[in-house]
């Protein structure tokens, strides 16, 4: 298996324009994280699904955020519009949770820039 | 917010010395997991401890759990140069109807040669 796939790996954008960011989790995982790493904050989970259903998005800062999983092997994340606030590297992962181990498995990675 | 807050924030060792990370969390916990991650990279999974287990190896690593004090640490001996990471630690908690992982602040770990 190739892991956990992210795209793109660098995304530059100007203020206001929508950006989508994309994952295809390895198969036969069963549960997905979308996570924003920020020097100031850390990493922070922004929502999660599990058997593609979105369990949990406490974490999405704004409605300008939006996540979905359409199917096992596919997800996308949404900021629409970005703001310069948004800039971070989002990772996703996915997992195989509900078998005692709970390993997440983390893609490379999409380092978001808003000018 | 953050379940688990790590300790120190940064930590510089010489080479061949043993480095002590801690991590602390708030809830109860299924199990808690330290990770890796290389700068600009994703995080790699070293090492998980069930909430019913005290103490855990694999290589120079070394977990130790206590639930009561809600804390974890993380002990790597005889460190290399290429152990130059930032290291976090993840809590796996039941939340709503599944499991969630969240991540401390993490420990940027520097070895000097």
């Known amino acids: 298996d190739a892991g956990v796939i992210q795209s793109p790996r660098h995304e530059v954008t100007e203020m206001g324009q929508e950006v989508t960011l994309r994952c295809k989790p390895i198969?036969?995982?069963?549960?997905l994280f979308w996570y924003r790493q920020t020097m100031m904050r850390g990493l922070e989970l922004l929502i999660y699904?599990?058997?593609?259903?979105?369990?949990?998005d406490s974490g999405m800062p704004e409605d300008r955020f939006s996540a979905k999983m359409p199917n096992a092997s596919f997800s996308t994340l949404k900021i629409q519009p970005s703001e310069p606030r948004d800039s971070a590297v989002y990772f996703c992962?996915?997992?195989?949770?509900?078998?005692?181990?709970?390993?997440?498995?983390f893609g490379q990675g999409t380092r978001l820039t808003v000018v | 917010s953050q379940q688990g807050e790590e300790d120190p924030q940064a930590l510089s060792i010489q080479e061949g010395e043993n480095a002590t990370m801690n991590c602390s969390y708030k809830?109860?916990?299924?199990?808690l997991q330290w990770y890796r991650q290389n700068s600009g990279r994703g995080l790699v999974h070293l090492i998980l401890?069930?909430?019913?287990?005290r103490e855990k190896h694999s290589g120079r690593l070394r977990v130790t759990l206590d639930t009561s004090k809600k804390s974890s640490s993380l002990l790597i001996t005889a460190s290399r140069a290429a152990d130059t990471a930032s290291y976090f630690c993840?809590?796996?908690?039941?939340?709503?109807?599944?499991?969630?992982?969240?991540f401390g602040s993490g420990t940027r770990l520097s070895i000097r040669p």
């Open positions: 699904f599990n058997n593609n259903v979105p369990i949990d």
């Open positions: 198969s036969g995982h069963n549960s």
């Open positions: 993840a809590t796996d908690a039941f939340y709503s109807s599944a499991s969630k992982i969240i």
């Open positions: 401890i069930r909430s019913n287990e």
């Open positions: 809830t109860s916990i299924n199990n």
């Open positions: 992962a996915s997992s195989l949770m509900g078998q005692g181990n709970t390993e997440a498995f």
